[in-house]
């Protein structure tokens, strides 16, 4: 029973190695997905802005379009006198 104990040091030191290789990875995975759930925030946070400007731009454009439109029909206004 000696012998086999004596034999697997070996086996026993591969084994460790393996099982702190894994404990690395799973880390080194960990930290992937970390990044990967920053930066998909981030995306979903810049195409919000990309959005906001869109609608804000088209706030401004209704608001010149009423400006145009209101001056248009004063014109008109004008013109009948």
Known sequence: MQNDSKQNPTNAGS???AAKLSVIASAINTIAY???TIAEALA???EAQQVQSSSDELARLER???Q???E???MRKQMRL
Do not use: R
């Open 15 to 17: 084994v460790s190695q």
């Open 34 to 36: 970390g990044i990967s």
């Open 44 to 46: 979903i946070e810049e």
């Open 64 to 66: 010149k379009i009423d």
């Open 68 to 70: 145009l439109m209101y």
């Open 72 to 74: 248009m029909k004063q």
